[in-house]
Nanobody, 113 residues
C-alpha cells in the first residue's frame, strides 16, 4: 500500500518535501518514481530513482526537484524547491515498471503566484 504525504499550498519560490511510504509486504522494486497529475490530464513521471540511487528527472523539474529513497524504511522522497504555479498537481509515487501497484491517494501540491 502506497501512502503519500507532505503536500500543501505554498507561494511561488517556496519548497515542499513529499514522502512516500510503501506499507505492506512489498518487495523493494529496483526503480521507484514520483508522478503528477492535473485534472483532465494523464499521470506523468516527474522523477525516478534506482536502488543504487541513480536519479532521473523530466526537464521541467531538473535543478529544482531531488528524488531520494531510504530502502530500509521503504520510503521515497521528493524535495521540491523553487516551486512554480505550473507544479500544481496531485503527486503520486509508484514503481516505474508496468503494471504499477495500486495507486495511493496522492499528495496535493498547490503553488500560488
Amino acid at each position: 500500500r502506497l501512502v503519500e504525504s507532505g503536500g500543501g499550498t505554498v507561494q511561488s519560490g517556496e519548497s515542499l518535501k513529499l514522502t512516500c511510504k510503501m506499507g505492506g509486504a512489498f518487495f523493494v522494486p529496483p526503480t521507484m518514481a514520483w508522478y503528477r497529475q492535473t485534472p483532465g490530464n494523464q499521470r506523468e513521471v516527474v522523477a525516478s530513482v534506482t536502488l543504487g540511487g541513480k536519479a532521473d528527472y523530466v526537464d521541467a523539474v531538473k535543478g529544482r526537484f531531488t528524488i531520494s529513497r531510504e530502502i530500509s524504511k521503504k520510503e521515497v522522497y521528493l524535495q521540491m524547491n523553487s516551486l512554480k504555479p505550473e507544479d500544481t498537481a496531485r503527486y503520486y509515487c509508484n514503481r516505474i515498471t508496468s503494471p504499477p501497484w495500486s495507486w495511493g491517494p496522492g499528495a496535493q501540491v498547490t503553488v500560488i503566484s
